[in-house]
């Protein structure tokens, strides 16, 4: 306890520096715009400002990255209950409840259990990080190389599984990205390969063109592609922002189950936000002595899904700070920003540079309860910037997309690459792939190679030192079990069901 005391003591001091508090509340602000205004998102956000990140401190870098992502699961909850109309995937279900209050003259107290319910959730999972990192990190230490490659690929299967949509094609997506990850020179003998005779790929593909090409260009298609939505606006008025006892008798066991939900479920690769605030207002519809008014303005529905989002936003870090496995697309941006800098995620990240990982920890609490103080107030104005025409946007976008991929390594080479993974981003996600598992598997890619040499070079090539050593043969049997288990008709279908219920 005193150990863990000291670290906060440590990452207070280093979160509270005024450089750092100025990365935290331009995070902050930034991700609740990116929340409130619909098709752009945290992830293309964060893939567009990669390139910004290179010349700032690592620390300061992170802890503005991770500020647009949990800020933007309160953008997108005002949109949500004002609009109807949710920022984020992680609001969607948001609109049920939440718009239904505001119809009936309730905004405020909508919007205030969704900021306090996010505040709670938010401060929980920075907490449970802080505690549950560095045992975490301490038993990851004794992993030899299998047990890393097989954890590695079992994260990758998680992720495939566990995201919505074709588990046939999230199995294709991965190891299109693996293949992606691996083009380039190899290490170990210097031979080019894959690179189709470009001189230009001697050193891989950018992870900078990637992402931006897949989650900014790709998007930006795909928004124009369908117009511009008409935005209803049924309660753009808030009279106040109070809840009554009664209210918060209901809502205060909502949030506390919707962040235990919302935090366990965020540790899984392909968790997260989204998943958890689903399964959230699942819970709560199914223990209520009323369910009938789910879907009519239970507050419940506001309370619960908005506190698991943001629950399950945070402690998706703990398996990428302490193990270097991303659980969703967000994360594995960050590894690569981190990468970048020249750190490597993993089980050394909290001896090594104690300053990033302590001073993100309280750079979390610090960040929501930033958002809860000055997002309330500015309600009214993050509803009049949906007024912004988005043909005044994407050009800028667009514009900044390619500014950002040549300033990495002033190479036009990055730009048209940029442009290469936007359109085929497009056409990806018509089609229903989703881009998210491509970016893990080109992430992991490498370092599961890396591991599986490691591992192969000291049984002197004998592969059954995979199942000889305990941790990696369950590792590899979860993984088995859950690719086996996703491709029986039977879960397949209830799997189906849980995600269009």
């Known amino acids: 306890m005193g150990e863990l005391i000291g670290n906060l003591g440590h990452g207070f001091a280093v979160a509270f520096s005024l450089e750092n508090l100025a990365f935290c509340l331009a995070g902050a602000l930034m991700g609740t715009l990116v929340g409130v205004l619909p098709g752009l998102g945290p992830v293309a956000t964060i893939a567009i400002l990669l390139p910004v990140t290179f010349s700032l401190d690592p620390t300061g870098a992170l802890i503005m990255l991770a500020g647009i992502y949990y800020g933007a699961q309160y953008g997108g909850s005002i949109t949500a209950i004002l609009l109807n109309l949710p920022g984020e995937a992680s609001s969607v279900v948001t609109t049920l409840d939440g718009h239904a209050l505001a119809r009936k003259g ?33 038993v990851a230490q004794a992993f030899q190389p299998a047990d890393y490659f097989s954890l590695m690929l079992l994260g990758l299967v998680l992720a495939t599984v566990l995201a919505h949509g074709s588990v046939l094609k999230g199995v294709a997506m ?23 005779g470009i001189p230009d790929l001697a050193d891989g593909v950018g992870f900078v063109p990637l992402a931006m090409g897949l989650f900014g260009i790709a998007e930006i298609a795909r928004n124009l592609e369908r117009g511009g939505a008409k935005r209803e606006r049924l309660a753009a008025g808030v009279s106040r922002l109070s809840m009554g006892w009664r209210a918060w008798r209901r809502a205060i066991p909502a949030i506390l189950r919707g962040t235990g939900v919302g935090s366990l479920l965020g ?6 936000a989204v998943m958890g605030a689903f399964a959230a207002y699942l819970l709560e519809k199914r ?8 879907g009519n303005g239970a507050i419940e529905g506001v309370a619960a899904p908005e506190s698991a989002n943001n629950a399950g936003a945070q402690t998706a870090f703990i398996p990428m700070l302490t193990l270097g496995i991303p659980g969703n697309a967000v994360t594995a941006l960050m590894i690569g920003a981190l990468t970048i800098h020249g750190i490597t995620p993993g089980p050394r990240v909290m001896t090594e540079n104690a300053d990033l ?17 000055i997002n309330l107030p500015m309600v009214r104005l993050w509803v009049r910037l949906l007024d912004v025409p988005y043909r005044f946007l994407f050009p800028a976008i667009v514009l900044f997309c390619c500014i950002g991929a040549y300033s990495v390594d002033n190479a036009a ?54 199942v000889e050593q305990p941790l990696s043969l369950i590792f590899l049997f979860v993984a088995a079990s859950m690719l086996a288990l996703a491709l029986v008709p039977r879960f397949a279908g209830l799997r189906q069901g849980s995600a269009e219920e």
Request: without cysteine.
């Open 413 to 466: 080479f990055d730009v048209a690459l940029t442009a290469f993974f936007g359109v085929a981003g497009y056409f990806l996600m018509r089609y229903g792939f989703e881009p998210a598992p491509l970016v893990l598997g080109f992430v992991l890619g490498p370092a599961m190679e890396e591991y599986l040499r490691r591992a192969l070079l000291l049984s002197r090539g004998d592969a059954i030192v995979f």
């Open 106 to 138: 309730r905004a405020g107290e909508a919007l205030m259990v969704a900021a306090v319910g996010s505040f709670v959730a938010g401060s929980f999972a920075a907490l449970l990080i802080a505690v549950a990192a560095p045992p975490l990190s301490q």
């Open 174 to 196: 991965t190891l299109i990205g693996v293949f992606l990850g691996l083009v380039g020179m190899d290490v170990t003998s210097g031979a080019l390969r894959y690179t189709l």
């Open 357 to 373: 990982f302590w001073g993100l920890v309280v750079s979390m609490w610090l960040g929501n309860l930033m958002l809860l103080v």
């Open 267 to 272: 540790v899984l690769p392909g968790g997260g």
């Open 287 to 294: 223990i209520a002595r009323d369910p009938a008014r789910f």
